[in-house]
């Protein structure tokens, strides 16, 4: 079976600072992929990033940026300088390579972060 | 290039009522996918349909829900007698049927059962 843990339910730093959202998935699958949302309070589930499990190199954009480490089976997420608009809830999803049929997203319970002024 | 859209927005009824919601899909997109989400939680998968095909369902859809895609293009879940346990966003997502099968949400549904 498949899982996705994010252990922290609520963050809340003061903006500008640098902020990280842990995740930890489970699977038995050698392919997957795993995927971050953004869900502002507006409810949409916004996508940020998706990654495969063959592809561990880290990646930038912007103020955010991913570590994807296998031997740990985490896949976290760093905000630079944080704003006000970052605030949000924050989701880590997993899935396996669909052969046939639906790719399920596995998402974890979500992180709350509140980047206060 | 218009987005997934979902109506109603907001949903309040009595429980024991039949409620519908719709989805509207990107054009292109020939997968189409449910989730539901209650409060505090992440989504989870409710089902999948590619095409007008319904692939999958999770246990978590009782035979109290029923999706369609009639045409291939938008869909609709129904919840006919409503219980106070199926408060929940409901929402959609969409995707192409290629590598990575990246899905595209909606604004979802919430719906508020009395």
């Known amino acids: 079976a498949q899982k996705v843990t994010q252990a922290q339910t609520e963050i809340s730093v003061v903006e500008k600072e640098d902020v990280t959202l842990d995740c930890v998935y489970e699977?038995?699958?050698?392919?997957?992929?795993l995927f971050w949302y953004k869900q502002p309070p507006s409810g949409e589930l916004v996508f940020l990033i998706r990654?495969?499990?063959?592809?561990?190199q880290n990646e930038i954009s912007g103020r955010y940026s991913w570590n994807f480490q296998k031997s740990t089976s985490s896949f976290n997420f760093t905000i630079t300088a944080s704003q006000v608009v970052d605030s949000a809830v924050y989701f880590c999803?997993?899935?396996?390579?669909?052969?046939?049929?639906?790719?399920?997203?596995?998402f974890g319970q979500g992180t709350r972060l509140t980047i206060n002024p | 290039d218009t987005g997934v859209s979902q109506n109603p927005r907001h949903k309040i009824t009595k429980r024991g009522q039949n409620v519908t919601f719709r989805c509207d899909p990107i054009?292109?997109?020939?997968?189409l996918y449910w989730y539901r989400q209650t409060l505090g939680q992440g989504p989870e998968f409710l089902t999948y349909?590619?095409?007008?095909?319904?692939?999958?369902k999770s246990r978590l859809l009782s035979d109290r829900f029923s999706a369609e895609r009639p045409k291939g293009s938008f869909s609709t879940l129904e919840i006919q007698r409503t219980e106070q346990g199926d408060s929940a966003m409901y929402l959609c997502?969409?995707?192409?049927?290629?590598?990575?099968?990246?899905?595209?949400f909606g604004p979802g549904t919430r719906l508020t059962v009395t």
């Open positions: 997502a969409s995707s192409l049927p290629r590598l990575p099968y990246e899905q595209y």
């Open positions: 699977t038995r699958d050698t392919t997957y992929y």
């Open positions: 990654r495969n499990s063959f592809d561990e």
């Open positions: 999803a997993l899935s396996a390579t669909p052969i046939q049929g639906a790719q399920k997203l596995v």
């Open positions: 054009s292109e997109h020939n997968r």
């Open positions: 349909f590619q095409n007008e095909a319904q692939l999958e």
